[in-house]
């Protein structure tokens, strides 16, 4: 099930009340605003909010982006999905075989749509004009879009179109991570 919505094995134990269990003090704050939303879920959804999750590598901006997801799939299982932006160009394939052609729309009519990692996708004008078109036919939809990133603003603004950013900035709530990476080594 969690399979078919894109999220990945290593974050198959991920959910709202594992999180709030195990969360550690440096992302609290940023952990109980994600709550905050996910408890308003229904009225997010419903008028096409969602959250930018932007912070350094490795404080758990993609765990608690899977935790929201997973809180909607659990009561829907039939919606929302999981995309990490570098596999954007390999699943969405330019010559739109059917299979890219579900996926894809899927991608634009899903109630919850999870951006993993904007920026560390290959950088390729086709992606980029991809992402514009993505983002601006939810923003159309009213459709809720969830964006981690490490990119800072400003780089997020200079990198899109300036109007990706507007409208994300719109719609969504900023969250900022800060500090070291939880990630330690084996
Ligand atoms: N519930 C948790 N409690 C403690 N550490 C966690 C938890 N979930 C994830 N981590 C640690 O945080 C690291 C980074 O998480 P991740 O969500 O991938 O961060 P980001 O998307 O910000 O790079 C993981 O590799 C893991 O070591
Ligand atoms: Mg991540």
């Given at each position: 099930m969690l399979e078919r919505r894109g999220i990945y094995r290593r974050f198959w134990d991920v959910t709202a009340e594992s999180v709030s269990r195990t969360?550690?003090?440096?992302c609290r704050q940023q952990w109980l605003e994600v709550c905050e939303y996910i408890k308003d879920m229904d009225y997010n959804l419903s008028v096409g909010k969602g959250l930018m999750l932007i912070?350094?590598?490795?404080?758990m901006k993609t765990t608690m982006a899977v935790a929201v997801l997973r809180d909607l799939i659990e009561r829907e299982p039939n919606q929302g999905y999981f995309i990490p932006m570098v596999s954007l160009l390999d699943q969405l394939n330019?010559?739109?075989d059917s299979r890219s052609h579900i996926l894809e729309d899927r991608i634009r009519h899903t109630r919850l749509l999870v951006l993993d990692?904007?920026?560390?996708?290959?950088?390729?004008a086709w992606v980029a004009a991809k992402i514009d078109s993505i983002v601006t036919e939810r923003y159309n939809r009213m459709k809720s879009t969830i964006v981690t990133s490490n990119l800072r603003r400003d780089e997020i603004r200079d990198r899109y179109q300036m109007r990706i950013f507007d409208r994300l900035k719109s719609t969504n709530k900023l969250i900022t991570f800060a500090g070291k990476s939880l990630r330690r080594p084996v």
């Open positions: 969360c550690p003090a440096e912070g350094p590598v490795g404080t330019e010559e739109r990692d904007l920026g560390a996708e290959y950088d390729h």
